[in-house]
Every structure is written in C-alpha cells, then in structure tokens.
C-alpha cells in the first residue's frame, strides 16, 4: 500500500498531472506563459529542490531498513514536495487539500524507511513555500480569470 501511496509524489505521476491541465485549458483563455505556469512552477520548484538537497547532503535512513528503492540525499523529501506541488497545480487544490496529500506522501515515505520525518517536514514546507511564491510571482496578477493585457 506505501508503495502506491508515495507514486503520488513521484515525477513521472506529478508532470503527467500538471501537463494534462496545461494542455486541457482553453487555449485563448490566456496566454501561453500563463496556461504553462503551473509546468513551469513545477519545473523550478523540483530543479531548486533537488539544489538544496544537494546542498545540505543529509543522509538517508540506513539502506539495509529500505522498504523500496531510492537514491540521492535525504533533506527535503523530493516525493513530499512534489506531491504538495502537483496536487495544488494540477488540480487546483487548495492548500488543506495539498497539504493532505503531500502528508500522506510524506507519512508513506517514512513507513518506507527512506526518510526521516525532519525530512519529510522539510519537503511539506518546501512546496508550500514554493506554491506560495510561486503565486505571487504569477503572471496576470496571480488569477486565472484575469487575462493579461486585457
């Protein structure tokens, strides 16, 4: 069931998400940059985490407890982040909701025996730092009813 549950915030599941919403919206809604703003933010946010993972270069929990595979550094949990940001993005989910996810993500990770649980707190405020950033920096004002020039 673990296993299951932390595919949700793995990449191949998260860029299929926000892809489909960007391909799925009203093409002259908004512009370009604006209907692939959620890729975008995805992309970032995973390029600035995997930065910071290398950075701080923690540890994982010894490979011999490991319930699945994983590879790289433990701190901030990349599955974490990546589920709190893809469900926010992809299905427009408000913070609680991401929020729920990326716990249960998160919750999954630590069942796994891949990560420690400072880990997955640091991944869960990741994507919501970044989610938050992320709209303030968004085009148009930060509203997808809002066209830009318009």
Do not use: I
């Not at 909701?97 to 990741?126: K, M």
Request: glycine share 10%.
């Amino acid at each position: 069931m673990w296993v299951a549950v932390t595919a949700l915030g793995s990449r191949p599941v998260a860029y299929t998400a926000v892809a489909a919403r960007c391909l799925t919206r009203e093409p002259t809604a908004a512009p370009v940059l604006d209907r692939c703003w959620p890729l975008l933010v995805l992309a970032a946010g995973d390029a600035a985490r995997t930065a910071l993972c290398r950075a701080v270069n923690r540890p994982r929990p010894p490979a011999e407890e490991w319930l699945s595979h994983c590879q790289g550094a433990s701190f901030p949990s990349r599955h974490t982040a990546t589920a709190l940001l893809a469900t926010g993005l992809a299905a427009g989910a408000g913070p609680d909701t991401a929020g729920a996810v990326a716990a249960l993500v998160g919750l999954s990770r630590v069942a796994l025996r891949v990560h420690w649980p400072s880990d997955v707190v640091g991944g869960w405020l990741f994507g919501y730092g970044w989610l938050a950033a992320s709209e303030m920096a968004r085009p148009c004002g930060g509203s997808e009813s809002v066209q830009c020039g318009g």
